[in-house]
């Protein structure tokens, strides 16, 4: 895989980029506080598992009407986007905690919403937060089903309604990822990636015929079996349940990449961007509803996404705290800071963006959404 590499000839970008880590390392010293997770993380923890487990166990042993079944299904939807935003998320970064096996535990939890912790730190971890908004590399971009989020790939006719259809799409991410996973996996054995991490690949096909295998069994068999539902109703519930988690987490991931005021770059034909790493974080990067605690609280601080990106290894119970930090440095500077102020204003943006990739083209040299 040809690599990109971040080179500034602005000497500016470079100070920003040292200052900046300077002013964050200076708040953990003189706070004297670990750049990890707390107490904060294992309630946290505790409630997104609740939420997902408890309305499971409840269809398996209770009878109950279809009515209330689609409510628990729901209930455990919005629990399994809450793992894997709120636990799985910081645990594969390696910010949950300061201990390996606490992370790798934590990480586990990817495998209740049907995936894989080898193939999303690779896509995650590696391509998005190195290559963020690249086309071609990082592949939170790439086309979604009809859903064109990236100036940079072919345009079709019919994406001109895609912020109408957009949102039912992204409820097939979980669904996708739990199928997808294999393909990506011989993918990312063929160009080295896997490799590039110590693993080995063909443990990991291994590792993930055997964990998607007992997830099915339980997700899909233990309802047939123990309950008195049939294949289509069990089948039904799966989607619900998958379309509301994938739907939540999809929606929350867009909007901090894709909305106005954020770049898709393009490298030149030497494959260099000629912008500082951390400038080009923030130029393809934005925060929203920083003063939302319910919405930080839930979704594990992704909508503090600048945060996340530059101090991918901090986890997120710290943002707030930094975001100020960030966005005091970024004005001294004079670096791009893209705050959208409320859920709804981030939404809006965001669907505004995807109407503006619903048109022909734009071109080529133009950066910013």
């Known amino acids: 895989m040809k690599r990109i590499k971040f080179i500034a000839s602005d000497p500016h970008q470079h100070a920003f980029a040292t200052a900046l880590r300077k002013n964050v390392q200076d708040y953990f010293k003189s706070n004297n506080i670990s750049t990890k997770g707390d107490a904060r993380m294992f309630f946290k923890t505790f409630v997104m598992l609740t939420l997902y487990v408890t309305p499971f166990i409840l269809l398996l042993t209770v009878q109950m009407s279809s009515l209330f079944a689609v409510l628990l299904l729901i209930v455990m939807g919005i629990g399994m986007a809450g793992v894997g935003m709120s636990v799985m998320h910081d645990a594969i970064h390696g910010s949950y905690s300061p201990h390996k096996w606490i992370n790798n535990l934590a990480g586990g939890s990817i495998y209740l919403i049907g995936s894989s912790p080898s193939t999303w730190a690779i896509q995650h971890n590696i391509l998005h937060h190195t290559y963020t908004n690249i086309t071609g590399y990082d592949e939170d971009i790439e086309t979604k089903g009809f859903i064109r989020l990236s100036k940079n790939t072919p345009w079709k006719k019919y994406q001109r309604f895609q ?207």
């Open 163 to 369: 912020q109408y259809y957009a949102f039912l799409f992204y409820g097939f991410m979980t669904i996708a990822k739990l199928i997808g996973d294999m393909p990506q996996l011989f993918k990312y054995n063929r160009n080295g990636l896997t490799g590039e991490q110590n693993d080995k690949p063909v443990r990991e096909v291994i590792r993930m015929i055997i964990s998607k295998s007992v997830y099915l069994v339980i997700i899909l068999g233990l309802p047939l079996w123990l309950t008195d539902f049939s294949w289509g109703q069990v089948l039904l519930g799966f989607l619900i349940m998958h379309m509301v988690g994938g739907m939540i987490m999809s929606t929350i991931f867009q909007m901090a990449h894709v909305v106005e005021g954020t770049a898709q770059p393009l490298p030149d034909d030497q494959g260099i961007i000629h912008n500082e790493w951390m400038v080009h974080q923030l130029n393809t990067t934005s925060d929203f509803a920083r003063n939302n605690w319910l919405l930080n609280w839930y979704v594990g601080g992704l909508n503090y996404q600048i945060e996340h990106h530059l101090f991918s290894n901090i986890c997120h119970v710290h943002y707030p705290a930094l975001a100020p930090i960030v966005e005091r440095t970024a004005r001294e500077y004079g670096v791009n800071y893209n705050l959208k102020p409320s859920f709804t204003k981030a939404l809006k943006s965001h669907l505004h963006a995807l109407a503006r990739l619903g048109k022909q083209p734009m071109p080529i040299h133009s950066a910013v959404l």
